[in-house]
């Protein structure tokens, strides 16, 4: 529980109780749309898991008694990056789908967290407090040119890139509540999306670059929004879950992907954009 709460940054929100008993977080589509990583701590510690896109066909990617979370694909589909505490702090870490080979990325003094590449492959944006506060972060595919670009006294968290890999973007507390950011990716030109009196977290861009998916919060409910990056008119999306966590499209943009809380553990679950139709993929059950 003390590297729990200590690396999985993204999930502040959440009481203690509740991080006491979910099982897995994360979901994420692999570019062909066939796949969805996540991390769970269905055998005791925190490890990378993969199944097929309905939910059969589970396999565990890492095995490992540290924490393994917050995985994201290349986009070539080859590789997942995850973070890891296996050598003492947080330190991103890369992983061969097909042959379960393992590299690690970064050793630096800080903890690093959410990763994710850039659409080009080039680039890899993440969250990391090594220069004391949690900025957003940029460094090439090999792990090189390590370079803050937020460089804010506030958390910057969960950097997300644009359709065309020219954005970030990003939650931030710099405006007192946590509230959805922009940024070239040299770190400059930031602007806020729009300010609300609520929490708005875990931003993710539509494959067509024109919608920004988020959670917003009430209290310890949150809701799955849509905006319109044109018009800034948000829509709600009704899953019928009020405990959702880190929500992201699939490829083509018709399904969403995101974990769930019911009954103190949490499932993952995918949503039909159009029809509004939640399946559950998972079925977990409590320690």
Not at 61 to 69: K, N
Request: glycine share 8%.
């Amino acid at each position: 529980m003390k590297v729990f709460k200590s690396f999985c940054w993204s999930l502040i929100l959440f009481s203690i109780q509740a991080q006491s008993q979910i099982h897995s977080y994360d979901p994420v589509w692999s570019p062909d749309g066939e796949k969805i990583a996540f991390y769970s701590k269905l055998k005791g510690n925190y490890d990378i898991y993969l199944m097929n896109k309905d939910g059969s066909g589970l396999q565990q990617l890492t095995q490992h008694e540290a924490y393994d979370g917050a995985p994201s694909w290349s986009p070539d589909g080859k590789k997942i990056i995850f973070s890891s505490d296996r050598s003492g702090n947080s330190e991103l870490y890369v992983l061969s789908v097909k042959s379960s080979k393992i590299k690690r990325l970064t050793y630096t003094d800080g903890n690093e967290h959410g990763a994710n590449w850039s659409p080009n492959g080039k680039y890899i944006a993440f969250e990391s407090n090594l220069d004391g506060a949690k900025d957003i972060f940029l460094m090439n595919s090999k792990g090189k040119k390590i370079q803050n670009l937020s460089k804010n006294k506030a958390n910057d968290l969960r950097p997300s890139w644009s359709a065309d890999g020219k954005t970030l973007y990003f939650q931030s507390k710099r405006s007192g509540n946590y509230q959805v950011y922009r940024m070239s990716m040299d770190g400059e030109e930031v602007q806020i999306i729009q300010n609300s009196s609520t929490h708005q977290t875990n931003p993710t861009i539509h494959p067509s670059g024109n919608q920004l998916l988020h959670l917003r919060y009430e209290g310890d409910n949150n809701a799955l929004f849509l905006l319109d990056l044109q018009n800034l008119k948000a829509k709600k999306l009704n899953t019928g879950f009020n405990n959702m966590l880190l929500p992201s499209f699939a490829p083509d943009g018709k399904e969403i992907v995101f974990a769930a809380i019911k009954g103190g553990i949490t499932n993952i679950y995918v949503m039909d954009v159009e029809s509004g139709v939640v399946k559950q993929l998972t079925r977990f059950n409590s320690d």
